[in-house]
C-alpha cells in the first residue's frame, strides 16, 4: 500500500511538474502572441532608425534607443559595453556594366563589406569565371593577371537547410578577392549569396587576410540575374568587359557599444544566462531579418519574463552585441570582459537566422545535455517546434569559453533568408508579426527550462 | 542458428526497404528542389493568365493551359470533366466612406462573391458594430433596423495554427449578410478575415441561405485598418454614417471543367489515388497562394513520378478541381461522376492552404490507420516534416465518400497564411519557389509510401 501511494504521490507530482511547465509555455507563448512589444520596436529599430553599420550615427542611434526601451522594464540594471569597432563606408552607389562590344548593359553590383573602392573612373578589365577558389588556382597567373575574376559558384538548392547551401558557397565571398590577388587579377565579382533570380546583389564580410594593403583588390557582389546574364554573355565567347566602379572606405575604428540589460537570478546570482542578437546591420537595408528582429526577441525574452512575473533562478541577461557582420568585436569584447570579471555563464541562446516561423534550436553540448533538452520537445510540440539538432549556436556567442556552457541558436525556417540576407530588401516588411512573436516565445520558454532545469 | 539467420534475413530486408523509401524520398526532394516546373507553371497561371474566378474567360484559360500541360508529361489520360458554375462579377471597383459629419474618410472594402449590388448611387445608414452573430441577435430588430451591421470580431491571435483562427471568425462573413438581413439591416459590412493590420479587403464567400431575393442585403469586408479606425470612430459616439457602393452582379450559370491527368496503375488500376487542388481562384489577385500553389503542387507530383520513372501501383490522378471559392461545384460533380461510374478511391490528398514551408499532414482516417502513418515520420524528418494530425483534408475532396478512403491535406506553415488569402495581394512574389517544390516533394512522398503500402 505504501509502495503505490508513494508511487501515486510521484505520479503525481510528475503529472504536476509537467503540468506546471506546460501552463508556463502557455502562458508564454499567448503573452508573446497578444501584448508584446517586440514588433513594435522592431518597426521603430527599422523604420525610423534605419540601417545600422558599425560605427554610423544610425547604430549610435539603436544603442540609445533599446538601452531606452530596457529601462522601461524594470530590469535590476541596464548598461553599456565599450567597444571598438571598424568602420568601413560605402560612399557613393556602385555603377557596373556589362561591354559587350559597344554596348554597355547596366548591373546590379555592391561593394562586399571591407572591400578598398576602385580608381576614382573605375575599373575595367575582361573577365574570367570560374566557379570554386581551386578552379581559380588551377588557372594560375597567366590566366588571371589583370582580369576580373567572376565566382559564380551558386548555392546549391538542393540542401533542406538553407544555411547549408550559404555555408557551401560563402567562402567565394569571404576569401575570394583575397585569392584572385594572389593570382593578380585587378578585382573580382561573387555571384550574390542568394537562392533565387531576383536583381538584389547581397553584401557581406570578405577579408584580404595577410595580404599587403597595397595588393587589395576592390571585390563587389552581383546580383543572382546580372551574374546568370554574364555568364550567359561569356559563353558567347565575344571580346566582353566588365567595368565598375566602387568608392567605399575604410575609416578609424570608432567607439561603440553592447546594450546590456539582465534581471539577478534569485537562487544563482552569479551563475549567468545570455539571450540575444546584434544590433548593427549591413547599410543597404534596416536589417529587419539580419538582425533587428534577434535583437527584438531578445529584449522579449526579458519583457515576457517580467510581465508575467517570473522570477529567474539564475541571471538572465539579455545582449545586443554590436559589429557582428564585420568583424564580430562586441562579441569578442563581451568574452573579455566576462572573463576579466570571473563570470560564470551557464547558458547563451542567440537569435541571427531571421525571424521568420521558429522550429526548433541548433545547439553546442555535450551529448548528455543534448538527450536531457531532448525530453523536452513534448512541451514545445503544441508549438510546431520540433527541430532539435546539434550544430553552430551564433557567431556572438561563439567566443564564450566558460567551462559548462551550453549554448544555442534559434532555428528558424530557413527557406526565405537568404532572399533578404545583407540585401536592400531586408526591410520591415520581411517580417511577419506572428512569426517574430512565436520566436520570442520559443526562446523566452526554452530560457524558462534551462533556468527551472540547470544544465548539470 | 536457423533463427539467427533468418532474423538476420528479416533484418536485412527490413534495412533495405527502408532505405529504398529513403533513396525515394531522396529522389523525389532533390528533383523537385532542382528540376520541377511547378514555380514556373505557377508563373503562368498567375503571370500570364491571373485570377481565375469561376465562370471567367481566365478560369477556362486556367484550363487550357493546364490540359495542355499535363498533355506534355506523358500520361495514360489526360481529361476535362464538365461542370455548371456559379458566376459571380464584382463590376466596378467598390467605394466606401465613413461619413464623419460632414467629413468623408475613405476606406478599403471589397463585395464579398455572391453579394448583391447596393442602389446605383451607393448606399448611406447608420453603423452597428457586433462582436458576433449572437451579440446581433441580442440587439433584434429595434436597435438593427435601416442600418449597416459591421461585425467587428477579430481572428483570434493567440492560436498557433492560423485556421483555427479562421474557423473562429468566418461565421461573421458567411452568414453574416443572412442574419443581419432578417433582423432588418440594409447592408453588412464585415472585417477581413485577416491577423495583422493592413489596408486590404479580403473578399470570400457568403450565403443568404434560405432568405428570398428580395431580402438580400449587400455586404463587404473592410480592411483591418479601415475596421480599427471605423470602429475608433464609433466610440467617439459622434453622428456617424457609412457610404459603400458595390456594383457586384450575380448571372447565369456557366459552363467550366475539372481538370484530370492520370497514370493508370500498374498492379490496381482500378484502385485511384487523388491529389490535386482547386483551379479557381478569387478575382481581386492571380490566387497564387490560394489556390494556384496546390495545382501546380498536384501537377508536380504527377511530373515528378514520371520523371524519376516511377511506375505506381494504383492509379494515380491529378485533379485541378473548379469553383471551390464560391459553391464547389467541381468536387461534387467529380464525386457525382465517381460513384456513378463505380470508382474506387483509397486516397485523396488535397493542397489548399497556401504554398509555404511544408510542415505536415492533416488526415481523414480511423486510428489504425493515423498509426501506420505515423510510423513514416522518422523518413519525413530529413525534410523537417513533422506534424500529423487528425483534422480536415480539403474541401474539394470533402464530398469523396469510397467506403475506406484516406484523406489528406498539405499541411503548410500558417502564419502568413492570411495575410494574403482572398486579397489582391495574393501573387506570384507572394509564393517562395522552394516552399513550393518542398510543399510539392512532400506531397510526392506522401502519396509515394501510400502506393507503396496500401491503405489496408
Given at each position: 500500500m505504501k509502495k503505490i501511494a508513494l508511487f501515486s504521490l510521484m505520479f503525481t507530482s510528475l503529472i504536476h511538474?509537467?503540468?506546471?511547465?506546460?501552463?508556463?509555455?502557455?502562458?508564454?507563448?499567448n503573452f508573446s502572441l497578444t501584448q508584446s512589444q517586440c514588433y513594435s520596436w522592431l518597426d521603430d529599430l527599422s523604420n525610423k532608425i534605419g540601417a545600422r553599420p558599425s560605427g554610423s550615427l544610425s547604430a549610435e542611434k539603436g544603442v540609445t534607443y533599446t538601452k531606452q526601451q530596457l529601462e522601461t522594464l524594470g530590469l535590476d540594471k541596464v548598461y553599456l559595453q565599450e567597444v571598438m569597432v571598424p568602420?568601413?563606408?560605402?560612399?557613393?552607389?556602385?555603377?557596373?556594366?556589362?561591354?559587350?562590344?559597344?554596348?554597355?548593359?547596366?548591373?546590379?553590383?555592391?561593394?562586399?563589406?571591407?572591400?578598398?573602392?576602385?580608381?576614382?573612373?573605375?575599373?575595367?578589365?575582361?573577365?574570367?569565371?570560374?566557379?570554386?577558389?581551386?578552379?581559380?588556382?588551377?588557372?594560375?597567373?597567366?590566366?588571371?593577371?589583370?582580369?576580373?575574376?567572376?565566382?559564380?559558384?551558386?548555392?546549391?538548392?538542393?540542401?533542406?537547410?538553407?544555411?547549408?547551401?550559404?555555408?557551401?558557397?560563402?567562402d567565394q565571398r569571404f576569401y575570394g578577392a583575397k585569392e584572385a590577388a594572389l593570382l593578380g587579377a585587378t578585382g573580382t565579382i561573387v555571384r550574390s549569396m542568394n537562392l533565387r533570380l531576383d536583381d538584389f546583389p547581397h553584401t557581406g564580410a570578405q577579408s584580404y587576410g595577410d595580404l599587403p594593403k597595397?595588393?587589395?583588390?576592390?571585390?563587389?557582389?552581383?546580383?543572382?540575374?546580372?551574374?546568370?546574364?554574364?555568364?550567359?554573355?561569356?559563353?558567347?565567347?565575344?571580346?566582353?568587359?566588365?567595368?565598375?566602379?566602387?568608392?567605399?572606405?575604410?575609416?578609424?575604428?570608432?567607439?561603440?557599444?553592447?546594450?546590456?540589460?539582465?534581471?539577478?537570478?534569485?537562487?544563482?546570482?552569479?551563475?549567468?544566462?545570455v539571450v540575444g542578437g546584434h544590433l548593427?546591420?549591413?547599410?543597404?537595408?534596416?536589417?529587419?531579418?539580419?538582425?533587428?528582429?534577434?535583437?527584438?526577441?531578445?529584449?522579449?525574452?526579458?519583457?515576457?519574463f517580467k510581465k508575467l512575473n517570473y522570477r529567474p533562478k539564475n541571471t538572465i541577461r539579455v545582449v545586443l552585441f554590436m559589429n557582428e557582420e564585420f568583424g564580430g568585436k562586441g562579441g569578442k569584447k563581451y568574452e573579455e570582459l566576462s572573463k576579466k570579471n570571473n563570470e560564470n555563464h551557464i547558458f547563451a541562446l542567440e537569435s541571427d537566422s531571421g525571424g521568420f516561423s521558429p522550429r526548433g534550436f541548433s545547439l553546442e553540448c555535450?551529448?548528455?545535455?543534448?538527450?536531457?533538452?531532448?525530453?523536452?520537445?513534448?512541451?514545445?510540440?503544441?508549438?510546431?517546434?520540433?527541430?532539435?539538432?546539434?550544430?553552430?549556436?551564433g557567431s556572438d556567442i561563439q567566443p564564450l569559453t566558460s567551462v559548462k556552457i551550453v549554448k544555442a541558436g534559434l532555428k528558424p525556417d530557413s527557406n526565405r533568408y537568404f532572399d533578404y540576407h545583407h540585401a536592400a530588401n531586408d526591410k520591415f516588411d520581411a517580417v511577419n508579426k506572428r512569426e517574430l512573436e512565436l520566436g520570442a516565445a520559443t526562446m523566452a520558454s526554452f530560457m524558462y527550462l534551462i533556468d527551472q532545469y540547470g544544465i548539470d
Open positions: 511538474a509537467q503540468s506546471k511547465d506546460e501552463q508556463m509555455l502557455k502562458a508564454i507563448y568602420k568601413w563606408v560605402r560612399g557613393e552607389k556602385e555603377t557596373a556594366y556589362i561591354l559587350d562590344n559597344k554596348t554597355k548593359i547596366t548591373v546590379p553590383i555592391c561593394a562586399l563589406g571591407g572591400s578598398v573602392a576602385t580608381p576614382k573612373n573605375g575599373l575595367t578589365a575582361e573577365v574570367i569565371e570560374v566557379h570554386s577558389i581551386a578552379e581559380l588556382k588551377q588557372l594560375g597567373t597567366e590566366k588571371v593577371k589583370g582580369k576580373i575574376v567572376f565566382y559564380n559558384r551558386p548555392m546549391e538548392p538542393y540542401n533542406i537547410e538553407a544555411f547549408d547551401s550559404y555555408s557551401n558557397c560563402v597595397e595588393k587589395y583588390i576592390p571585390t563587389a557582389a552581383i546580383s543572382t540575374n546580372g551574374a546568370e546574364l554574364l555568364s550567359q554573355k561569356l559563353k558567347e565567347n565575344k571580346p566582353l568587359k566588365f567595368y565598375m566602379k566602387l568608392s567605399c572606405q575604410q575609416y578609424e575604428d570608432a567607439l561603440s557599444y553592447n546594450v546590456i540589460g539582465e534581471i539577478i537570478g534569485s537562487e544563482h546570482p552569479e551563475k549567468i544566462m548593427d546591420s549591413w547599410d543597404l537595408a534596416d536589417g529587419s531579418q539580419d538582425d533587428g528582429a534577434g535583437c527584438v526577441q531578445g529584449m522579449e525574452v526579458i519583457e515576457i555535450d551529448d548528455a545535455y543534448f538527450a536531457k533538452i531532448s525530453n523536452w520537445k513534448p512541451l514545445f510540440e503544441p508549438y510546431l517546434i520540433h527541430s532539435f539538432v546539434k550544430g553552430h549556436s
